[in-house]
């Protein structure tokens, strides 16, 4: 398919980013705490950037882990420049977080089932908030590992390729992520 692509074959550009448009859209999701306009937009972005270098793909890696790549590269790009005007616009309270929920909640799934159970639906919620809470303690590049390794189910080896690292430091990373998040969570653990 990648051939098909080099060659200008816009089928093939439109079954990749089928095929792979709504992992991605999680990543970028997750990545960005929950903002969905900014996920969509990044996810196209990525895509674009991927199709525009597609002569640059030289089949060392899938091309699932060289989109990624880039993915993963668009939405810490975006993350770096939201904290600049942060610091910029001194305005906003530098503590104050996007506490928007995403249209599509694992709750609002829930609750739009007749048969649905409340308690179930309130501790759906509470844990995606707590969640949420939690990724927002880790630094970008432990919130990225543990993306890819706990909700993509990437290998320690892929996610080091995807992200450049060494699978030493990958694991690091992975563990300090691990650890912080299974304190901040460690109040779900009796439940």
Known sequence: MVERLKKGDRQASDELIRRYQEKAFAV???????????????????FLTALRKIDGFEGKSSFYTWFYRILINTCLDSIRRRKRWRRLFFFRRPNSKDTREPSETLAEVASSEPSANPGAVVDARELQR?????????????RMIFNLKVFEEMR????????????????????????????????????
């Not at 707590?130 to 432990?142: E, I, K, P």
């Open 130 to 142: 707590d969640v949420r809470g939690a990724m927002s303690l880790l630094s970008d590049r432990q």
């Open 28 to 46: 970028a999701f997750r990545m960005l705490s929950g903002d969905r306009e900014e996920a969509l937009d990044l996810t196209q972005d990525a």
């Open 156 to 191: 320690i080896a892929e996610i080091a390729r995807t992200m450049g690292l060494a699978e030493g430091t990958v694991k690091s990373h992975l563990f300090r992520a691990t650890r912080i998040m299974r304190g901040a969570l460690a109040d779900w653990a009796g439940r």
